[in-house]
C-alpha cells in the first residue's frame, strides 16, 4: 500500500443532501461559479480543488444546518482497503460495490459511530512513488 495506511489517500468527495436539485445546481454551478467536476465522461459534482463537492438528492436524507456531508476517502483499490479494515477489526458498514460511473464504493464505521466512504476506479491503481 502506498501513501496513508490501508490505502487510503485523501479525502475525494463531499456529498450534501439536496431537495431541489435543479435550485442546488443553479446556487452551486452559478451564483458560487464552482466548476462542474467529471470523471469518466460522467459529472458527478463540482470541483473544489482536487476534490468534488457531490449534490444527492435520492437517498442521503435531508439538508440541515447542522454539519452533515457524506465524506468519501480514494483509495488504491476499495476491495483491498475493506480486507484490511476488516483485519483489524473495523466494521464494514455498506460492502464494496461496482457503480456504473466505473468505481468502486463501500463505507466503514469509526469508532464514534460515524460512517466514512472510501472509493476507488474499477481498474487497480499502479502504486504512485511517494
Excluded at 465524506?71 to 461496482?98: E, H, K, M, N, S
Aim: net charge negative; glycine share 8%; aromatic share 10%.
Amino acid at each position: 500500500m502506498t501513501t496513508l495506511s490501508l490505502g487510503l489517500q485523501h479525502v475525494r468527495v463531499v456529498a450534501l443532501a439536496v431537495t431541489d436539485m435543479a435550485r442546488a445546481t443553479k446556487f452551486y454551478g452559478e451564483t458560487l461559479g464552482l466548476a462542474p467536476a467529471h470523471e469518466h465522461g460522467v459529472m458527478l459534482g463540482y470541483a473544489l480543488g482536487p476534490n468534488i463537492l457531490m449534490l444527492k438528492d435520492d437517498w442521503y436524507g435531508t439538508p440541515t444546518a447542522e454539519p452533515n456531508p457524506r465524506i468519501t476517502l480514494a483509495c488504491d483499490y476499495a476491495p483491498d482497503t475493506a480486507a484490511f479494515l476488516q483485519t483489524r477489526g473495523v466494521t464494514i458498514a455498506d460492502a464494496v460495490v461496482a457503480i456504473e460511473e466505473g468505481f468502486y464504493i463501500g463505507s466503514f464505521l469509526d469508532s464514534e459511530g460515524n460512517k466514512l466512504w472510501f472509493c476507488s476506479p474499477l481498474q487497480r491503481q499502479e502504486n504512485q512513488p511517494e
